[in-house]
């Protein structure tokens, strides 16, 4: 079986891999450079921020990042030489509204991987010493990790690239989709050329409303714009990643810090605004004093694909035999994206799934003639 796969953001690399897993031959198709959109862009923490917060769909796709993509990085790294660096750093959150549900989430979810301790100010700085002497307590969460999210598609990327089952076309825009008999025939890039393909995957994350009149579907996906500023210190200098009203220091491996993160709705633009920057340093400096200290290497924005409540559409697309959708991941894209493709690949191929399909059901995007009426 052949399979076209639109878009080449972390949700569509995973969904390649699950497919030539069971032997389908696919072609990948990105209007840039794969992998440099949203995917590279976000923090990669292998956990929703604040999970309880959530819908129970979210939490019940992100459970699965940390062990599949352990799982991922043992198999493509012998191959690709280069490590996903899957850091478990655990988390301190300091915000004391969610103490009480962080601390019993793990065991009413059956979540063990969100097992949270209750620190007081000796604790914590025996566990993080640089964190500021003002917080008295925190939540610790010793088993979230972190994956670095631009080594993980580089390998992915590269995985895929040498695969004899993989074809490649980065800055090829998709313009035209050919449907007949409620089937898409063919899809057109702005180069003119025509791919043919048995299934198409739809896998455009904040660029998926582009497809709602072609596809007559009204698609509630939107790009908001979240804005980050890395920080390099010496190896191991931050031991655990922070958290506070919603912006959080992840610590790489070799001292790299990644603080974020903003929501702005500013369409497409992804320009760093200056207000936005001080308000993130402003947080990160009130955690970690002393991270003012040491020099700013990098700052950027990326686009993240909003949809209503957060939850992704994953499946087949109404109306059409050979449709699917795996895109509105919303914050959470890159921990819900290794089991986004598990489960869009069980669902083409008929085969038992790891959760139930019923709250991601592409069925739900209304149909653009129906809602005339």
């Known amino acids: 079986?052949?399979?076209?796969?639109?878009?080449?953001?972390?949700?569509?690399?995973?969904?390649?891999?699950?497919?030539?897993?069971?032997?389908?031959?696919?072609?990948?198709?990105?209007?840039?450079?794969a992998g440099k959109a949203a995917s590279w862009a976000g923090g990669g923490i292998l956990s929703?921020?604040?999970?309880?917060?959530?819908?129970?769909?979210?939490?019940?796709?992100?459970?699965?990042?940390?062990?599949?993509?352990?799982?991922?990085?043992?198999?493509?790294?012998?191959?690709?030489?280069i490590d996903f660096e899957i850091h478990e750093t655990g988390m301190l959150i300091f915000d004391e509204e969610d103490f009480e549900v962080g601390y019993h989430y793990a065991e009413q979810h059956q979540e063990p991987l969100q097992e949270a301790l209750y620190v007081e100010q000796e604790q914590i700085e025996q566990i993080n010493p640089q964190v500021s002497t003002s917080f008295k307590h925190a939540l610790y969460f010793p088993q979230i990790a972190n994956v670095r999210n631009p080594r993980?598609?580089?390998?992915?990327?590269?995985?895929?690239?040498?695969?004899?089952?993989?074809?490649?076309?980065?800055h090829a825009p998709v313009r035209q989709i050919k449907i007949s008999?409620?089937?898409?025939?063919?899809?057109?890039?702005?180069?003119?050329?025509?791919?043919?393909?048995?299934?198409?995957?739809?896998?455009?994350?904040?660029?998926?409303?582009?497809?709602?009149?072609q596809l007559k579907l009204d698609i509630p996906v939107r790009p908001v714009q979240g804005q980050m500023v890395l920080f390099k210190t010496p190896e191991h200098w931050l031991p655990t990643m922070c958290m506070n009203r919603v912006m959080y220091l992840i610590p790489r491996q070799d001292g790299h810090i990644?603080?974020?993160?903003?929501?702005r709705e500013v369409g497409f633009d992804t320009t760093p605004a200056t207000e936005i920057r001080q308000k993130i340093l402003d947080a990160c400096f009130e955690m970690v004093p002393e991270l003012a200290d040491f020099p700013i290497v990098q700052e950027w924005a990326g686009l993240r694909p909003g949809?209503?409540?957060?939850?992704?559409?994953?499946?087949?697309?109404?109306?059409?035999?050979?449709?699917?959708?795996?895109?509105?991941?919303?914050?959470?894209?890159?921990?819900?994206?290794?089991?986004s493709a598990l489960l869009l690949r069980q669902l083409m191929f008929g085969q038992p799934t790891l959760i139930d399909p019923q709250a991601y059901t592409a069925k739900q995007l209304q149909h653009l003639t129906a809602l005339t009426h």
């Open 258 to 263: 990644v603080c974020g993160s903003s929501m």
């Open 152 to 170: 993980l598609l580089q390998s992915i990327s590269c995985y895929l690239k040498q695969h004899p089952q993989v074809t490649w076309l980065e």
């Open 1 to 33: 079986m052949h399979i076209a796969i639109i878009g080449a953001g972390i949700n569509g690399f995973m969904t390649a891999l699950e497919l030539i897993e069971q032997g389908c031959s696919v072609t990948i198709l990105d209007q840039q450079q």
């Open 181 to 213: 008999d409620d089937q898409i025939a063919a899809v057109q890039t702005q180069q003119g050329d025509w791919i043919e393909a048995d299934q198409f995957v739809f896998t455009t994350g904040a660029w998926s409303a582009q497809w709602s009149d």
């Open 307 to 339: 949809s209503p409540k957060g939850i992704p559409y994953i499946g087949q697309l109404p109306q059409l035999k050979n449709g699917w959708a795996n895109f509105g991941h919303f914050r959470n894209g890159l921990c819900m994206a290794p089991a």
């Open 48 to 81: 929703p921020m604040y999970p309880w917060r959530y819908p129970q769909a979210v939490n019940d796709l992100a459970k699965y990042a940390k062990p599949l993509y352990q799982n991922w990085n043992d198999k493509l790294k012998p191959i690709t030489g």
